[in-house]
């Protein structure tokens, strides 16, 4: 079964707005959590990643929040831009060099 | 800059006809893994290599073979193409914390 969820595949937020993207896990051994963003017909690129370690991490509009006893972590974005529109894939692995499983991707699109 | 290329960027292969896809990096990274990504699953891992002249199965490796004949090179190889394998492949590279991807290849079999 699925890993790595991604319950909601879209979301619009007006410019300006906060962004919120969610992601469940299954897998008790994940310790690394990421958030990669993709462009159609481009490669995912890594956005901002955590350790389990800290329950968030904050890098300028981008802060992830980890909830280690629910298996969610999320993505806040904001004064989101309408740049900031693309598919924003969850992943989530175990140890160093782990293989990464990723969510479905939700689609986010942040409308003028 | 990172870089992990790959080659070619889109192919069509025939139905049984057998398909390698290619892989470089110059990241000097010892991890190297084979995605496929289809409209509705994501990215899901096919094979993955921890240290040359070894590959390791991943998620959904039926169908597919990997090989690793140097640090640099990470090859996916579809022995019998089949119609279900038409997909978009990313091939990545990690030091162990961060994932780099390429660009694709986007694989058509008819």
């Known amino acids: 079964g699925q890993q790595v969820k991604q319950s909601s595949p879209s979301l619009t937020v007006q410019e300006g707005g906060i962004s919120i993207l969610n992601c469940d896990y299954e897998n008790d051994m994940f310790d690394y959590f990421a958030w990669y963003k993709k462009y159609p017909d481009n490669s995912p690129t890594l956005l901002i990643s955590?350790?389990?370690?800290?329950d968030k991490r904050e890098d300028g509009r981008l802060t992830v929040f980890l909830n280690k006893s629910g298996k969610h972590f999320s993505l806040h974005i904001t004064a989101s831009q309408p740049e900031d529109t693309a598919v924003y894939l969850c992943?989530?692995?175990?140890?160093?060099?782990?293989?990464?499983?990723f969510g479905k991707g939700a689609k986010l699109t942040v409308s003028p | 800059e990172a870089a992990v290329t790959q080659s070619p960027r889109s192919k069509v292969a025939v139905t049984g006809g057998k398909v390698t896809l290619s892989c470089h990096q110059t990241n000097n990274h010892d991890y190297m893994y084979w995605y496929r990504q289809d409209t509705g699953h994501g990215l899901r891992l096919i094979h993955y290599?921890?240290?040359?002249?070894?590959?390791e199965k991943g998620d959904i490796p039926d169908g597919y073979k990997a090989s690793r004949p140097s640090q640099e090179n990470f090859s996916l190889i579809l022995e019998l193409a089949s119609l279900s394998q038409t997909a978009v492949y990313f091939c990545?590279?990690?030091?162990?914390?961060?994932?780099?991807f390429g660009k694709g290849t986007r694989l058509t079999v008819v």
């Open positions: 990545a590279s990690s030091d162990g914390t961060e994932v780099f």
């Open positions: 992943a989530a692995g175990a140890g160093t060099g782990s293989k990464l499983s």
């Open positions: 955590v350790r389990s370690n800290v």
């Open positions: 290599s921890y240290v040359a002249d070894s590959t």
